[in-house]
């Protein structure tokens, strides 16, 4: 029993992180109608934002949550303008054209972020600081074996703060309802006095941030990170947004979840039903073709027609 | 407007790429009497860069070493270097480059066995000698006739490591987590089990992963529910230094054991605290108070400004053993060096007395070496069964000039593994 808990907090931490960064997938969508394939390498930008700071702001020496609260900021703010500058520089001259173009344009900005850093800085593993100590620290025991760590807290503490804020925004704000109305209908948005290209800028802007807060946050509990770690993560995480339903915030939320704790799962129990552990990236993909041909709506998507 | 811009930049970018690619092409070696080019491939910018640099920092010293004491035979050394990000297919390409386009006379590299295993057949169907610095997997030297190498094998590693968990720590219950992909993970894998069951220990769980992963809880808290004495985990350190991270972050306080594959300056910066009580298998040790070790050690850290790795050690050996080989060959014909070779028997290397046996691998002890504030602590040395240990130390001080090769390699013939000099042989503690 003490195991399976364990194996759903793991799959959950991991999942809290896919769930970040498919919220940027499915805000792009249900706004623009385009897979953003770059967020993956967005994410992988956030965390070497955070690196960097880290490294030339000196914070690894002083580390605390306090230090990682400035980084994170620090992180999510370099990423917030990255994706306005992908928005305006990539996606908007080519909006005009055919959906298909705009997804093109996705996936070679995605193979340029992760080329340019390659060439820049190799594609080596660097190790990022540890702010939370959790490397030298026991865990917290909850009962029998069962045990959460220091990062592990941060993560879903972190991730839901920013979850909450982030359906505060679009309910609750002016912003959020404009974002809203750009993804009913841009057009008669744009008719209601609406400035529609820059919401679509915010709306990359917070999608961004948000993955570079995952990319920070998942940096604590494991400190490996390269200019390729957005590449699967990425992915994976796109299956969440289209298993939660895509468009939908709730729904990437739950995606991403469901995503982590699924993977986790085959890891522990899989080799009792003839699933062997090295099929946990497998199963996302699994799980992807499964939604499309059963609910391609997803979870929580509406099935209601899309009028044109 | 603004597309051309863009244009402008991927193509700037594509040119970028390719002019990196392009250095060191465009060289000939002479055969005769001029330079003496040698070929190193490895992995200089992926996922195992550590390994590549600090080797190609080995090879480099000993040609550097070679060249100020008059060369081969008078003649000059040239190293080519060539990258091969980590991938076997890229390995195999540079290979060939090296050999069919720049006409090597002989190739040192891989550090991986994997990326070893996807180049050897190149060297060998140029009938170009290849010698490994570290590729531990027994396949490696069984590609073909012209492939060498100067490190034990995973058989012995795999060994080692069983037989310092049962008799040194005590261990009844060992559980493993391995690298899927990887030869030389699987096959450690391999040789620990049987040798760890035939003393008597039991693997009570078994889990693995695939290069790149970035999250091994679950596998980690399968492995906490068996309970294990030790965790085997014969990985690479970018990985093993996270696998270190989350297991003390699920409270798993049995020690992980490891191979040669952890040794890099990265693995403290992945792990940190947490990996302190940990035990490796490796080739050598800084700590190793022999003088000719001790002279390696201060000749490399005044060079590169930081101590070597058993990889940079093994990259110096494979470099002179080979300028060893070539002198006794008396040129660089590829027969006649790869005959050489082979005969290669008590070459004092830094990483201990090198006897290049029938299967074309060296054979040496290994040390036992525990992880402690970042540093790797001498534990134990373990010999191969038939090597007894030496009353001092193996190794003994580097023969002065490559000209005289009499000096470096002693015509000792007759046993297979004959053991070094000795003065009273005491049994060994850790071995059979």
Not at chain 1, 18 to 39: C, E, K, Q, S
Not at chain 1, 60 to 83: D, H, N, P, Q
Not at chain 2, 70 to 97: H, L
Not at chain 2, 268 to 280: C, H, K
């Amino acid at each position: 029993m003490d195991t399976f808990v364990q194996q759903l907090i793991n799959g959950l931490n991991v999942g809290a992180i896919y769930a970040l960064i498919a919220l940027g997938y499915t805000m792009v969508y249900g706004i623009l109608r385009l897979i953003n394939f770059a967020h993956g390498d967005v994410y992988m930008v956030g965390a070497f934002a955070g690196f960097y700071i880290a490294l030339y702001a000196g914070f690894a020496a002083g580390a605390s949550l306090g230090t990682l609260i400035l980084v994170l900021l620090g992180a999510m703010i370099i990423a917030a303008v990255v994706g306005m500058i992908i928005e305006r520089f990539a996606y908007r001259p080519v909006r005009k054209y055919s959906r298909m173009t705009t997804l093109i344009m996705a996936i070679g900005v995605s193979l340029l972020i992760e080329n340019l850093f390659v060439a820049q800085i190799g594609a080596t593993p660097r190790a990022f600081p540890d702010f939370l100590g959790s490397q030298s620290q026991a865990p917290y025991r909850l009962f029998g074996n069962a045990a959460i760590s220091k990062a592990q807290i941060v993560i879903f503490l972190v991730s839901i703060a920013l979850m909450l804020l982030l359906q505060w925004i679009v309910f609750k704000t002016k912003v959020g309802t404009a974002m809203r109305a750009v993804s009913f209908n841009l057009n008669s948005a744009k008719l209601m006095g609406i400035n529609t290209d820059a919401i679509i800028s915010l709306t990359f802007a917070i999608g961004s941030a948000l993955a570079a807060a995952g990319g920070v946050l998942t940096a604590q509990y494991n400190p490996n990170i390269d200019p390729l770690m957005g590449i699967l993560t990425g992915l994976k995480a796109f299956v969440a947004a289209v298993l939660g339903g895509i468009g939908n915030i709730p729904g990437a939320v739950l995606g991403g979840l469901l995503i982590g704790a699924a993977e986790t799962l085959v890891v522990g129990y899989g080799h009792h039903i003839g699933i062997a552990s090295t099929y946990r990236d497998a199963v996302a993909f699994a799980i992807l073709i499964l939604v499309l041909l059963l609910r391609p709506s997803g979870l929580l998507g509406s099935t209601v027609q899309e009028k044109v | 407007m603004k597309r051309t811009s863009l244009a402008l930049l991927l193509i700037t970018t594509l040119c970028f790429s390719f002019a990196c690619e392009r250095r060191g092409s465009g060289t000939n070696a002479t055969d005769g009497g001029g330079e003496i080019v040698i070929g190193y491939y490895g992995d200089l910018t992926g996922r195992t860069a550590s390994f590549g640099v600090s080797t190609k920092n080995g090879v480099e010293m000993a040609a550097d070493e070679i060249n100020k004491a008059g060369g081969i035979m008078g003649r000059k050394v040239r190293v080519i270097v060539e990258d091969d990000q980590g991938e076997p297919n890229k390995a195999a390409t540079v290979v060939s480059k090296l050999v069919n386009q720049d006409k090597v006379a002989a190739v040192l590299g891989e550090v991986a066995s994997s990326n070893s295993l996807a180049a050897a057949p190149k060297a060998q169907e140029a009938k170009i000698p290849m010698i490994s610095p570290s590729s531990t997997n027994p396949n490696v030297t069984q590609v073909g006739d012209f492939i060498f190498r100067v490190c034990f094998i995973d058989p012995f590693q795999g060994d080692v490591m069983a037989k310092f968990a049962a008799n040194n720590l005590k261990a009844k219950r060992a559980a493993i987590l391995y690298d899927f992909n990887a030869d030389y993970s699987r096959g450690l894998r391999e040789f620990f089990t049987r040798s760890f069951k035939g003393l008597g220990g039991q693997i009570v769980a078994e889990q693995s992963y695939t290069q790149g992963d970035r999250d091994f809880s679950g596998q980690l808290t399968q492995i906490r529910a068996a309970n294990p004495d030790v965790i085997y985990v014969p990985g690479y350190y970018g990985e093993v230094g996270v696998i270190s991270n989350q297991s003390k972050q699920l409270g798993i306080k049995a020690p992980l054991l490891g191979g040669d594959g952890w040794d890099s300056p990265q693995l403290w910066e992945l792990g940190g605290a947490s990996l302190n009580g940990n035990y490796i298998s490796n080739h050598y040790s800084v700590d190793d108070p022999s003088p000719a070790i001790q002279k390696f050690v201060a000749d490399y850290k005044s060079r590169y400004s930081i101590l070597p790795d058993a990889l940079a050690a093994l990259g110096y050996d494979s470099m002179r053993v080979l300028a060893d080989a070539i002198t006794r060959a008396g040129g660089t014909d590829g027969t006649k060096l790869r005959d050489a070779i082979a005969q290669t028997k008590n070459f004092a290397g830094v990483t201990g007395s090198i006897s290049i046996d029938k299967d074309r691998n060296a054979v040496k002890p290994a040390v036992v070496l525990k992880l402690q504030d970042s540093k790797f602590v001498y534990d134990t040395t373990i010999y191969p069964e038939g090597m007894t240990p030496p009353a001092s130390s193996a190794a003994s001080p580097p023969a002065p000039g490559y000209a005289s090769p009499a000096a470096a390699t002693s015509p000792a013939t007759g046993a297979p593994a004959p053991p070094p000099p000795t003065k009273a042989a005491s049994p060994s503690p850790s071995n059979r």
